[in-house]
């Protein structure tokens, strides 16, 4: 299966600023990461680019803010309706340049598109308050506003939903965007800004500019400064979350920081041993373990560990590596380099301090890929808190065990971590179910279920992974602020 598109014109190979599609003198590459091929390159964007962005989206902000929430709405839903009419060319978008299987990328894009509707149907529910009085003749009340031009800087592991989760709530806000997708994944983007201007947004609303690596503080640079920049939603990693909380300081931004995980996944003895795999094999192996929520420590109670790690072992034996080209495949290619070396690092560690490889443990040579950076879905058992594995994230098909004894070794195990994203518990005691679900310290916990994202729920984290919710009613709340209005007696 070759993975072409009906309308050739979404692979773009500009970047996207005040609705017209720019060049620059330089340009990165964008590689398919199962075969290294180049799929175009791309405007690497500067000072330059980064400034004209702000100015476009402060003009277009001063208009759009103004523009009633059904208008806002209905632009919303024309966006959606033509992210659905190219599914399939944006689903294999998502695969040729971030590599995850086609049904993986169709699922992506049904993700994505499900935040454009919601916020959509959001957008016309930005009620404020009327405040009981307390003298006579007085009107106390609260009214939602925009917080004004919001700087969206995504990662590379989810391309379109990532990008709709952030520009969906702030154009239903009423405010404007100037956006930079991560430098592995920037062609969904802009094919997802393509159809935007398809569906009719005014010029300079999202502000869509590509940048390589080596040049992303340059363009965040100018945004961090600019004090017209109102507000930063990011998702990516801590350390760079930290960078950008420092020098958004100075302006005083508002921020939502969708930062790094290291889920626990925990086991009873009293679980449903196969509802329990189930769960593991889909939060775990979901885009080849390179997604934020995915388990990353996984604590089974001693009298079920050995019949979990067996259950487990066979599934995971079973799961197909290879191209997204090829349909059967199950399993991905890593993102990049960096990214496969270290997965490596972390086996590699945790078997010289005396962890067991049950399944896996080695770079996957692809008969059909054979320049991928793929690896073989792997378990190991015996891991310990001090292997790098239970203290970073691998972002990788890596499933490390953990036995434990009782209830309160687990919750101090899953808490044993500066991150606080996701959970996920295991039991069939309802107490004890209730319980950890208040003792864990992370922002989504989720009990015998394997799948928490869902656009109808609040996302994020607490301790370092950072602040603010996406989706749900509260994700429109992050691209808003409360004004209180004080009426006296005429
Ligand atoms: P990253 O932080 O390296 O990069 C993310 C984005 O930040 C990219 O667009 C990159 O170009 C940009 N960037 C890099 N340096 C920058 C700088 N100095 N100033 C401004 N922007 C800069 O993260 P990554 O490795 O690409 O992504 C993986 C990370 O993202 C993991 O830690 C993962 O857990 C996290 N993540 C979190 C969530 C969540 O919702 N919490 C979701 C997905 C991924």
């Known amino acids: 299966m070759t993975l072409t598109l009906s309308r050739p014109d979404l692979l773009r190979h500009e970047s996207f600023l005040n609705n017209e599609w720019v060049r620059s003198g330089r340009t990165f590459a964008v590689t398919n990461p199962a075969t290294g091929e180049v799929l175009a390159d791309v405007p690497d964007c500067g000072e330059e680019e980064a400034r004209a962005a702000v100015d476009c989206a402060q003009r277009a ?66 009620y404020g308050d009327v405040i009981p009085q307390q003298h006579n003749g007085r009107r106390l009340l609260t009214v939602r506003e925009p917080v004004g031009v919001v700087a969206a800087i995504t990662p590379w592991n989810f391309p379109m939903a990532m990008i709709a989760r952030k520009i969906a709530p702030a154009i ?23 159809l935007l201007q ?125 191209p997204a080209s090829n349909a059967a495949s199950q399993i991905g290619p890593l993102i990049n ?36 950076h793929f690896y073989a879905p792997t378990v190991l058992t015996g891991v310990t808190a001090a292997m790098r594995m239970s203290c970073e994230e691998t972002f990788g098909p890596v499933v490390p065990v953990t036995a434990f004894d009782g209830e309160q070794e687990a919750v101090a195990l899953a808490n044993d971590t500066p ?31 394997g799948v928490l994202s869902t656009e109808i729920a609040p996302f994020g984290g607490i301790k370092e992974s950072g602040y603010g919710r996406e989706g749900s009613r509260y994700g429109l709340e992050e691209y808003m602020h409360i004004k209180y209005l004080c009426h006296g007696n005429l």
Request: one cysteine or more; charged letters at 25%.
């Open 61 to 126: 902000y001063q208009a759009w803010r103004r523009v009633v929430a059904r208008d806002r709405a209905a632009l919303l839903r024309r966006w959606h309706q033509r992210i659905l009419d190219n599914q399939e060319d944006l689903a294999r978008l998502i695969s040729l340049e971030q590599g995850k299987p086609l049904a993986e990328s169709r699922g992506e894009v049904a993700y994505g598109a499900s935040y454009v509707e919601w916020f959509a149907e959001e957008a016309k529910r930005a």
């Open 172 to 194: 239903a806000a009423g405010c404007a965007v100037v956006a930079k997708p991560a430098e592995d994944t920037p062609l969904t983007s802009l094919a997802l800004v393509k």
């Open 198 to 322: 398809e569906a009719g947004a005014p010029a300079g609303l999202v502000n869509m500019l590509t940048t390589s690596r080596a040049r992303a503080s340059v363009l965040a640079d100018v945004w961090l400064a600019d004090s017209r920049v109102r507000k930063i939603s990011f998702t990516g990693s801590t350390a760079v979350g930290k960078h950008l909380a420092r020098e958004s300081a100075p302006t005083l931004k508002k921020l939502s920081l969708e930062l790094g995980g290291n889920a626990p996944f925990i086991v009873f003895d009293d679980a449903d041993l196969h509802a329990a795999v189930d769960g593991l094999m889909v939060a775990k192996f979901r885009n080849a373990g390179q997604t934020c929520i995915c388990p990353n420590r996984v604590y089974v109670q001693r009298g079920i560990h050995d019949a979990f790690v067996a259950a487990l072992s066979e599934r995971v034996r079973q799961l197909k590596v290879g």
């Open 337 to 372: 380099l960096r990214a496969l070396e270290k997965v490596q690092e972390h086996v590699a560690d945790a078997v010289l301090q005396g962890a067991s490889i049950a399944v896996g443990g080695k770079v996957f040579e692809s008969q059909e890929a054979p320049g991928g």
């Open 419 to 449: 991150y606080g994203l996701a959970a996920y518990v295991y039991t069939r005691d309802i107490g004890r179910a209730w319980e950890l679900g208040e003792a864990i310290e992370a922002g989504m916990v989720a009990v015998n279920d």
